[in-house]
């Protein structure tokens, strides 16, 4: 069975820093990829999908993401956060086979600091 | 609009007791989805139907059971079987079982053991 892991639990930035969190999957076949964003009480939402195509995807609010095949990876970028990015993200991967839902990492939960 | 509407907000459970949690959606989507999110694990998933009469198990559908009668809804019963129902529960729904399509969350339901 795939699975995700996020090594970042917790990351704690200033405002204007710039952000990777990391994704790591296990996997061998095709896989379709996604982050999903948490802010405070409200409901989980898509942040950005790859699936096929550029390796580097663009998403919501200035977040990027680039799928590395070789490194089963899938890390989400952003160049300078904003107080207003503090969320909890979790990174999904979908198989093209076998059983089509989606398997979550453990979350990052990240604090921006004004 | 269209969306998810998770009802109740917050769920309190007696010892020994069933409780259905309740999940519609209004977006014509064919597939649905129940997960489980615990701190510090992401989200599990505990049941899915990818149409109307079917659904299959999760990781983690001890305990629980669902029903998929009509497209728009898909409730989920926690039993008292489930040893350790206190957790956020988070149902989702998609268009369809392709793997790179998004799903679309509601605003969960908080169950907790009085």
């Known amino acids: 069975a795939q699975s995700v892991s996020q090594h970042n639990h917790h990351v704690i930035l200033s405002e204007a820093a710039s952000l990777e969190l990391g994704c790591n999957y296990s996997?061998?076949?095709?896989?379709?990829l996604f982050w999903y964003v948490q802010y405070p009480g409200q409901h989980l939402q898509l942040l950005l999908k790859y699936f096929s195509g550029d390796p580097l995807v663009k998403g919501i609010k200035g977040f990027e993401a680039e799928f590395i095949k070789s490194k089963f990876s899938f890390n989400l970028r952003k160049p300078s956060v904003q107080w207003s990015d503090t969320a909890e993200y979790f990174c999904?991967?979908?198989?093209?086979?076998?059983?089509?839902?989606?398997?979550f990492g453990s979350g990052t939960r990240l604090q921006v600091q004004p | 609009d269209g969306g998810i509407t998770q009802s109740p907000k917050y769920l309190f459970r007696k010892e020994g007791q069933n409780v259905t949690l309740s999940c519609e959606q209004n977006l014509n989507h064919d597939a649905m989805y129940w997960y489980r999110q615990d701190p510090g694990q992401g989200l599990r998933l505990i049941y899915y139907s990818q149409i109307v009469n079917d659904f299959q198990k999760g990781d983690i559908a001890e305990g629980y059971s669902v029903s998929r009668e009509k497209k728009e809804s898909f409730p989920l019963t926690v039993t008292s079987a489930q040893k350790n129902p206190t957790a956020f529960y988070l149902c989702?729904?998609?268009?369809?079982?392709?793997?790179?399509?998004?799903?679309?969350f509601g605003d969960g339901t908080r169950l907790s053991i009085l």
């Open positions: 996997y061998g076949g095709t896989v379709n």
């Open positions: 999904a991967v979908n198989p093209d086979t076998g059983r089509r839902a989606l398997t």
């Open positions: 989702a729904s998609s268009k369809d079982t392709d793997s790179n399509q998004p799903q679309h």
